[in-house]
Protein backbone atom coordinates (compact mmCIF):
# COMPACT_ATOMS: atom_id res chain seq x y z
CA UNK A 1 0.00 0.00 0.00
CA UNK A 2 1.91 2.78 -1.03
CA UNK A 3 1.91 6.70 -0.22
CA UNK A 4 1.35 8.85 -2.71
CA UNK A 5 1.64 12.49 -3.15
CA UNK A 6 -1.08 14.61 -4.92
CA UNK A 7 0.08 15.76 -7.43
CA UNK A 8 0.27 11.96 -9.12
CA UNK A 9 -3.61 11.43 -8.30
CA UNK A 10 -5.78 12.00 -11.13
CA UNK A 11 -9.14 12.96 -10.31
CA UNK A 12 -11.08 13.25 -13.15
CA UNK A 13 -14.36 11.03 -11.58
CA UNK A 14 -14.36 13.28 -8.55
CA UNK A 15 -17.50 15.03 -10.59
CA UNK A 16 -19.44 12.06 -10.68
CA UNK A 17 -20.13 11.66 -6.75
CA UNK A 18 -22.25 14.34 -4.99
CA UNK A 19 -20.53 16.43 -2.02
CA UNK A 20 -21.90 15.92 1.42
CA UNK A 21 -20.35 18.63 3.55
CA UNK A 22 -21.93 16.82 7.47
CA UNK A 23 -20.38 13.68 6.18
CA UNK A 24 -17.43 15.15 4.74
CA UNK A 25 -16.83 17.48 8.38
CA UNK A 26 -17.21 13.93 10.37
CA UNK A 27 -14.24 12.28 8.51
CA UNK A 28 -12.23 15.55 8.95
CA UNK A 29 -12.80 15.51 12.46
CA UNK A 30 -11.70 11.25 12.18
CA UNK A 31 -8.97 12.31 9.58
CA UNK A 32 -7.63 14.69 12.64
CA UNK A 33 -7.69 12.54 15.74
CA UNK A 34 -6.56 9.04 14.24
CA UNK A 35 -5.37 9.83 10.95
CA UNK A 36 -6.20 8.04 7.42
CA UNK A 37 -7.51 3.89 8.47
CA UNK A 38 -8.60 3.44 5.17
CA UNK A 39 -6.48 3.71 1.71
CA UNK A 40 -8.28 5.47 -1.52
CA UNK A 41 -8.43 3.29 -4.19
CA UNK A 42 -6.98 3.68 -7.75
CA UNK A 43 -5.79 2.37 -11.09
CA UNK A 44 -2.10 3.23 -12.88
CA UNK A 45 -3.15 3.29 -16.56
CA UNK A 46 1.04 4.72 -16.91
CA UNK A 47 4.38 4.75 -14.77
CA UNK A 48 3.42 9.03 -13.72
CA UNK A 49 -0.47 9.29 -13.03
CA UNK A 50 -3.16 6.89 -10.97
CA UNK A 51 -6.52 7.52 -11.45
CA UNK A 52 -8.50 7.89 -8.51
CA UNK A 53 -11.53 5.41 -8.30
CA UNK A 54 -12.78 5.69 -4.87
CA UNK A 55 -11.92 8.21 -1.96
CA UNK A 56 -12.47 11.69 -3.15
CA UNK A 57 -13.85 12.47 0.61
CA UNK A 58 -10.41 11.41 1.49
CA UNK A 59 -8.83 13.23 -0.59
CA UNK A 60 -10.35 16.43 0.23
CA UNK A 61 -10.15 16.20 3.43
CA UNK A 62 -6.35 15.11 3.56
CA UNK A 63 -5.49 18.45 1.70
CA UNK A 64 -7.40 20.46 4.03
CA UNK A 65 -5.56 18.86 7.26
CA UNK A 66 -2.44 19.69 5.22
CA UNK A 67 -1.52 16.34 4.91
CA UNK A 68 1.63 15.62 2.31
CA UNK A 69 0.91 11.71 1.27
CA UNK A 70 -2.05 9.82 1.26
CA UNK A 71 -2.00 5.98 1.34
CA UNK A 72 -3.61 4.46 -1.77
CA UNK A 73 -4.39 0.68 -2.34
CA UNK A 74 -3.64 -0.10 -6.37
CA UNK A 75 -6.35 -2.15 -8.79
CA UNK A 76 -4.49 -4.20 -11.24
CA UNK A 77 -7.55 -2.98 -13.76
CA UNK A 78 -8.71 -1.24 -16.14
CA UNK A 79 -10.25 1.77 -15.40
CA UNK A 80 -13.97 0.65 -16.88
CA UNK A 81 -13.92 -2.71 -15.12
CA UNK A 82 -12.71 -0.47 -11.78
CA UNK A 83 -15.36 1.56 -11.96
CA UNK A 84 -17.86 -0.75 -12.05
CA UNK A 85 -16.43 -2.72 -9.31
CA UNK A 86 -15.96 -0.27 -7.02
CA UNK A 87 -19.59 0.37 -7.56
CA UNK A 88 -20.76 -3.12 -7.49
CA UNK A 89 -18.88 -2.81 -4.03
CA UNK A 90 -20.69 0.16 -2.82
CA UNK A 91 -24.16 -0.57 -4.08
CA UNK A 92 -26.91 0.52 -1.88
CA UNK A 93 -24.50 2.34 0.65
CA UNK A 94 -24.80 5.75 -0.41
CA UNK A 95 -24.92 6.69 -4.44
CA UNK A 96 -28.58 8.36 -5.47
CA UNK A 97 -29.80 7.02 -8.93
CA UNK A 98 -28.15 10.42 -10.38
CA UNK A 99 -24.59 9.66 -9.29
CA UNK A 100 -25.59 6.26 -11.06
CA UNK A 101 -26.44 7.89 -13.76
CA UNK A 102 -23.43 10.08 -14.10
CA UNK A 103 -21.23 7.09 -13.81
CA UNK A 104 -23.02 5.63 -16.40
CA UNK A 105 -22.77 8.82 -18.99
CA UNK A 106 -19.19 8.93 -18.52
CA UNK A 107 -18.32 5.41 -19.01
CA UNK A 108 -20.58 5.40 -22.46
CA UNK A 109 -18.72 8.51 -23.48
CA UNK A 110 -15.30 7.83 -22.60
CA UNK A 111 -15.23 4.23 -23.29
CA UNK A 112 -17.58 3.89 -26.32
CA UNK A 113 -19.87 1.45 -23.91
CA UNK A 114 -23.36 0.45 -25.57
CA UNK A 115 -26.60 0.62 -22.27
CA UNK A 116 -26.33 -3.44 -23.06
CA UNK A 117 -22.46 -3.32 -22.43
CA UNK A 118 -22.97 -1.17 -19.17
CA UNK A 119 -25.98 -3.43 -17.98
CA UNK A 120 -23.85 -6.22 -18.60
CA UNK A 121 -20.93 -4.54 -16.57
CA UNK A 122 -23.41 -3.39 -13.59
CA UNK A 123 -25.66 -6.44 -13.52
CA UNK A 124 -28.33 -4.74 -14.30
CA UNK A 125 -31.60 -4.44 -16.78
CA UNK A 126 -30.74 -2.12 -20.34
CA UNK A 127 -34.31 -0.23 -18.65
CA UNK A 128 -32.06 0.31 -15.70
CA UNK A 129 -29.54 1.93 -17.56
CA UNK A 130 -31.69 4.14 -19.57
CA UNK A 131 -33.97 5.32 -16.55
CA UNK A 132 -29.96 6.39 -15.16
CA UNK A 133 -29.33 8.37 -18.53
CA UNK A 134 -32.43 9.98 -18.83
CA UNK A 135 -31.77 11.65 -15.12
CA UNK A 136 -28.75 13.05 -16.14
CA UNK A 137 -30.06 14.28 -20.03
CA UNK A 138 -33.46 15.71 -18.69
CA UNK A 139 -31.88 17.63 -15.43
CA UNK A 140 -30.40 21.16 -16.08
CA UNK A 141 -26.76 21.30 -16.24
CA UNK A 142 -26.37 24.08 -13.65
CA UNK A 143 -28.98 21.97 -11.18
CA UNK A 144 -26.22 19.04 -11.63
CA UNK A 145 -23.50 21.34 -10.73
CA UNK A 146 -25.20 22.41 -7.54
CA UNK A 147 -25.98 18.82 -6.59
CA UNK A 148 -22.20 17.94 -6.92
CA UNK A 149 -21.57 20.58 -4.27
CA UNK A 150 -23.73 19.32 -1.91
CA UNK A 151 -26.21 22.68 -2.13
CA UNK A 152 -29.24 20.60 -2.68
CA UNK A 153 -30.73 17.48 -1.31
CA UNK A 154 -29.09 14.36 -2.91
CA UNK A 155 -32.25 12.20 -2.86
CA UNK A 156 -34.63 15.12 -4.09
CA UNK A 157 -33.23 15.22 -7.31
CA UNK A 158 -34.57 12.11 -8.91
CA UNK A 159 -38.11 12.19 -6.91
CA UNK A 160 -38.85 15.76 -7.47
CA UNK A 161 -36.52 18.05 -9.62
CA UNK A 162 -36.41 15.75 -12.67
CA UNK A 163 -39.85 15.65 -13.05
CA UNK A 164 -40.04 19.24 -12.58
CA UNK A 165 -37.90 19.69 -15.33
CA UNK A 166 -39.26 17.51 -17.36
CA UNK A 167 -42.74 20.35 -16.98
CA UNK A 168 -40.99 23.07 -17.30
CA UNK A 169 -36.89 23.45 -17.69
CA UNK A 170 -36.85 26.75 -17.09
CA UNK A 171 -38.52 26.61 -14.24
CA UNK A 172 -36.77 23.85 -12.31
CA UNK A 173 -33.60 26.39 -13.23
CA UNK A 174 -35.38 29.36 -10.93
CA UNK A 175 -36.36 26.99 -7.90
CA UNK A 176 -32.92 25.76 -7.73
CA UNK A 177 -31.37 29.55 -8.00
CA UNK A 178 -33.76 30.38 -4.97
CA UNK A 179 -33.42 27.12 -3.01
CA UNK A 180 -29.50 26.03 -3.51
CA UNK A 181 -27.53 26.31 -0.34
CA UNK A 182 -30.14 27.08 2.07
CA UNK A 183 -29.80 23.36 4.05
CA UNK A 184 -33.64 22.50 3.03
CA UNK A 185 -34.43 18.68 3.19
CA UNK A 186 -35.98 16.32 0.43
CA UNK A 187 -38.84 17.43 1.96
CA UNK A 188 -39.14 21.01 1.79
CA UNK A 189 -38.04 20.35 -1.95
CA UNK A 190 -41.28 17.83 -2.04
CA UNK A 191 -43.63 20.71 -0.50
CA UNK A 192 -42.31 23.14 -3.09
CA UNK A 193 -42.82 20.57 -6.01
CA UNK A 194 -46.47 19.88 -4.64
CA UNK A 195 -46.92 23.14 -4.26
CA UNK A 196 -46.24 24.49 -7.94
CA UNK A 197 -48.17 21.37 -9.37
CA UNK A 198 -51.11 22.39 -7.42
CA UNK A 199 -50.94 26.32 -8.34
CA UNK A 200 -52.18 28.30 -11.10
CA UNK A 201 -49.71 30.95 -13.40
CA UNK A 202 -49.97 33.07 -10.88
CA UNK A 203 -49.24 31.20 -7.84
CA UNK A 204 -46.04 29.26 -9.58
CA UNK A 205 -44.37 32.76 -10.19
CA UNK A 206 -44.91 33.87 -6.29
CA UNK A 207 -43.57 30.62 -5.44
CA UNK A 208 -40.70 30.50 -8.02
CA UNK A 209 -40.29 34.41 -6.65
CA UNK A 210 -39.58 33.46 -2.97
CA UNK A 211 -39.31 29.76 -2.07
CA UNK A 212 -38.04 30.31 1.30
CA UNK A 213 -41.13 32.54 2.15
CA UNK A 214 -43.11 29.77 0.83
CA UNK A 215 -41.74 27.28 3.13
CA UNK A 216 -42.19 29.58 6.08
CA UNK A 217 -45.66 30.58 5.81
CA UNK A 218 -46.37 26.98 4.73
CA UNK A 219 -44.90 25.71 7.83
CA UNK A 220 -47.30 28.17 9.99
CA UNK A 221 -50.34 26.90 8.01
CA UNK A 222 -49.19 23.26 8.79
CA UNK A 223 -48.16 24.02 12.54
CA UNK A 224 -51.71 25.45 12.69
CA UNK A 225 -53.57 22.59 11.20
CA UNK A 226 -51.74 20.23 13.60
CA UNK A 227 -52.31 21.85 16.84
CA UNK A 228 -56.34 21.83 16.09
CA UNK A 229 -55.94 17.93 15.43
CA UNK A 230 -54.04 17.31 18.57
CA UNK A 231 -56.79 19.11 20.34
CA UNK A 232 -59.38 16.90 18.47
CA UNK A 233 -57.80 13.72 19.40
CA UNK A 234 -57.12 14.75 23.27
CA UNK A 235 -60.57 15.40 23.31
CA UNK A 236 -61.84 12.87 22.11
CA UNK A 237 -59.11 10.81 24.39
CA UNK A 238 -60.77 12.80 27.28
CA UNK A 239 -64.36 11.97 26.59
CA UNK A 240 -63.12 8.11 26.02
CA UNK A 241 -61.84 8.46 29.65
CA UNK A 242 -65.07 9.57 31.17
CA UNK A 243 -67.86 7.15 29.02
CA UNK A 244 -65.38 4.40 30.47
CA UNK A 245 -65.71 5.41 34.05
CA UNK A 246 -69.46 6.24 33.84
CA UNK A 247 -69.59 2.19 32.49
CA UNK A 248 -67.72 1.20 35.27
CA UNK A 249 -70.04 2.75 37.65
CA UNK A 250 -73.12 0.72 36.73
CA UNK A 251 -70.61 -2.99 35.75
CA UNK A 252 -71.24 -5.58 38.32
CA UNK A 253 -67.28 -6.42 38.54
CA UNK A 254 -68.04 -9.08 41.22
CA UNK A 255 -69.02 -11.01 38.89
CA UNK A 256 -66.52 -10.28 36.19
CA UNK A 257 -63.96 -13.30 35.24
CA UNK A 258 -60.44 -13.24 37.00
CA UNK A 259 -59.07 -13.04 33.25
CA UNK A 260 -61.11 -9.89 32.38
CA UNK A 261 -59.92 -7.75 35.27
CA UNK A 262 -56.12 -8.74 34.23
CA UNK A 263 -57.05 -7.78 30.56
CA UNK A 264 -58.62 -4.63 32.10
CA UNK A 265 -55.55 -2.95 34.18
CA UNK A 266 -53.05 -4.19 31.51
CA UNK A 267 -54.43 -2.23 28.83
CA UNK A 268 -55.10 0.72 31.53
CA UNK A 269 -51.24 0.20 32.22
CA UNK A 270 -50.55 1.00 27.88
CA UNK A 271 -52.80 3.11 27.88
CA UNK A 272 -51.38 5.81 31.19
CA UNK A 273 -47.98 4.72 29.56
CA UNK A 274 -48.94 6.59 25.90
CA UNK A 275 -50.41 9.40 27.78
CA UNK A 276 -47.22 10.06 29.81
CA UNK A 277 -45.45 9.68 27.08
CA UNK A 278 -47.67 11.96 24.73
CA UNK A 279 -47.68 15.13 27.91
CA UNK A 280 -43.61 14.19 27.73
CA UNK A 281 -43.05 15.08 23.89
CA UNK A 282 -45.44 17.66 24.52
CA UNK A 283 -43.57 19.37 27.19
CA UNK A 284 -40.32 19.08 25.05
CA UNK A 285 -41.62 20.60 21.81
CA UNK A 286 -42.91 23.94 23.82
CA UNK A 287 -40.24 24.08 25.99
CA UNK A 288 -38.62 27.01 24.02
CA UNK A 289 -41.68 29.03 24.18
CA UNK A 290 -42.00 29.74 27.61
CA UNK A 291 -43.71 28.94 31.14
CA UNK A 292 -46.77 26.63 31.07
CA UNK A 293 -50.28 29.06 31.69
CA UNK A 294 -51.92 28.22 34.90
CA UNK A 295 -54.91 29.87 34.07
CA UNK A 296 -57.86 28.22 32.40
CA UNK A 297 -55.58 24.94 31.48
CA UNK A 298 -58.43 22.11 32.14
CA UNK A 299 -54.97 19.59 33.43
CA UNK A 300 -52.91 21.87 35.10
CA UNK A 301 -52.21 21.90 38.62
CA UNK A 302 -51.78 25.07 41.61
CA UNK A 303 -48.33 24.43 40.80
CA UNK A 304 -48.46 24.88 36.84
CA UNK A 305 -47.02 22.17 36.18
CA UNK A 306 -49.05 19.11 33.75
CA UNK A 307 -49.18 15.47 35.89
CA UNK A 308 -52.18 13.96 35.94
CA UNK A 309 -50.80 11.86 38.66
CA UNK A 310 -50.73 15.21 41.13
CA UNK A 311 -53.93 17.11 40.02
CA UNK A 312 -56.34 17.20 42.94
CA UNK A 313 -59.10 17.17 40.60
CA UNK A 314 -58.57 13.93 39.34
CA UNK A 315 -61.15 12.35 41.06
CA UNK A 316 -60.70 9.41 38.26
CA UNK A 317 -57.57 8.14 39.26
CA UNK A 318 -58.86 8.45 43.23
CA UNK A 319 -61.33 6.18 42.54
CA UNK A 320 -58.81 4.18 40.70
CA UNK A 321 -57.46 2.71 43.83
CA UNK A 322 -61.44 1.56 45.00
CA UNK A 323 -61.93 0.22 41.89
CA UNK A 324 -58.87 -1.75 42.55
CA UNK A 325 -60.40 -3.46 45.49
CA UNK A 326 -63.53 -3.92 43.97
CA UNK A 327 -62.03 -5.58 41.23
CA UNK A 328 -59.80 -7.87 43.17
CA UNK A 329 -61.33 -8.37 46.21
CA UNK A 330 -60.96 -12.26 47.15
CA UNK A 331 -57.48 -12.20 46.39
CA UNK A 332 -57.93 -11.56 42.48
CA UNK A 333 -54.27 -11.30 40.42
CA UNK A 334 -55.03 -7.70 38.94
CA UNK A 335 -53.78 -5.95 41.89
CA UNK A 336 -51.28 -7.55 42.86
CA UNK A 337 -48.37 -4.81 43.42
CA UNK A 338 -45.46 -6.72 41.06
CA UNK A 339 -47.85 -6.66 38.01
CA UNK A 340 -47.12 -3.74 35.06
CA UNK A 341 -50.44 -2.10 36.35
CA UNK A 342 -49.07 -1.65 39.37
Known amino acids: MPDLEFHQLDLRYERLRIRRPRREGRLLSSLAVAGQQVAIVVVQPDEERYVVIDGFKRVRALRQLGS ?8 DLPEEEALALSHLMAA ?7 EQGWLLWEMRLRFSLSQEDLALRFDRSVSWVSRRLALVKELPGS ?7 GELPAHA ?14 DCERLVLGIA ?20 REQRE ?9 LRVSASSTGDKAALSLQRDVADLLAICRRARSTLRTATAAQWPPQVADKLFHDLARVLREIRQLKNKLEKEIADVGPWPTVGNPGTCASGAIDPGNCSDNEDLAQGGQACDSLGSGGGAACRPDRESA
Open 68 to 75: DTIAAVTW
Open 92 to 98: GLEDTAL
Open 143 to 149: VQDRLRL
Open 157 to 170: AGKYLVPLARAKRE
Open 181 to 200: GRALSTRDVGRLYRAYRESD
Open 206 to 214: ALLESPLLY
